[in-house]
């Protein structure tokens, strides 16, 4: 649990943080959002101390955070940034052996540490144990970013805009992987980004910032259905809120049964092993061929947010979609009606 109270930043006569109180639980994924220059990252960087504060206080557990030895410091919270600022003359498994190397591990206890962060981030650790940074491409660097940062298993992980300086494909590779990387190790997150689809996808709790104050600290389905006052709803953008809305649920709250009689609508093909091979019907316009061979691009997992599952639906012009287990076995359907008979 870490717990900011009061906390307040001032430059000459500018506060650029006011008064804020917050509580992250252990184990919680907490975003920092609002618009450039709220004081996100001047918040987080009192929290590890890079910033003095000005006034309040930050606790970690009971242990006020101004008050812990610098090597504690380091050992309980990691931290994250865009720039990455991976050592370049230091390689991968240097890199992530930081912390580990200063509190002075056992040299054997640090390289099993490296080849179990590599694995988690599924870096293949003979492959990339060795390298440089300047081989590595931007998603891997931040990985390896990611990873030291995780190194010494910190109760709380600091991240500013990790992700913000890659492409927007590997940043939604990286984000879906932070999100299986924060199960696994039930780290307690503060990320600070600016963009409420990353939020949204990440967060267990949003904290919305403007002008130094805290609007509204909560679950993101509150934000975005009972904002605290009309800058929430102004900083979400009404716009696309269904959609945002869909992009906290997730397939397996709209999974149902597979169809498999012909004589239903429409009804699924799988071969000898259960994997989804056709789909008859099932098509909402009738220009296209009534039966369709199941590609891996158009397949629903359990863990895919209905967002991104109506989007391929959209684009493959099918109003139901196969949900595949890992081993890519026919578990279920989610449909087009599905979606509209409930409430988002
Ligand atoms: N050393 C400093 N002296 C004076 N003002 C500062 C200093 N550092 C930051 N500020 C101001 O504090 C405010 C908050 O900055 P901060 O970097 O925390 O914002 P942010 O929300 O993280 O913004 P961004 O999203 O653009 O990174 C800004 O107005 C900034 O200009």
Known sequence: MIELQGLTKTYGDKTVVSDISLRVERGEFSVLIGPSGCGKSTTLRMINRLIPLTQGRILLGDEDVTRLPAEQLRRRIGYAIQSIGLFPHWTVADNIAVVPNLLKWPRARIASRVDELLDLFHLDAGEFRDKYPHQLSGGQAQRVGVARALAADPEVLLMDEPFG???????EVLQ???????????????????DMDEALKLASRIALLDAGRLVQ???????????????????IGKADLGLKLLSRRWVH??????????????????DAQGHPTCLHGGRPTTDVAPSVAVTDDWTATPG?????????????????????????????????????????
């Open 165 to 171: 300086a890659v492409d927007p494909l590997t940043r």
């Open 176 to 194: 879906n992987e932070m999100r299986r990387v924060h199960e696994q190790t039930g780290t307690t997150v503060i990320f600070v980004t600016h």
């Open 217 to 235: 600290y909560d679950r993101p389905i509150e934000l975005l259905t009972a904002p605290a006052e009309s800058f929430v709803s102004d900083f």
């Open 253 to 270: 709250q709209y999974q149902q049964a597979a169809t498999m009689s012909s004589e239903a609508p429409h009804h699924w093909e799988t």
């Open 304 to 344: 895919m947010t209905m967002k991104e599952a109506l989007s391929r639906m959209v684009w493959y012009r099918v109003g139901v979609l196969p949900v595949i287990d890992d081993a890519g076995r026919l578990v279920g359907e989610v449909t087009l009606e599905g979606v509209m008979g409930r409430q988002p």
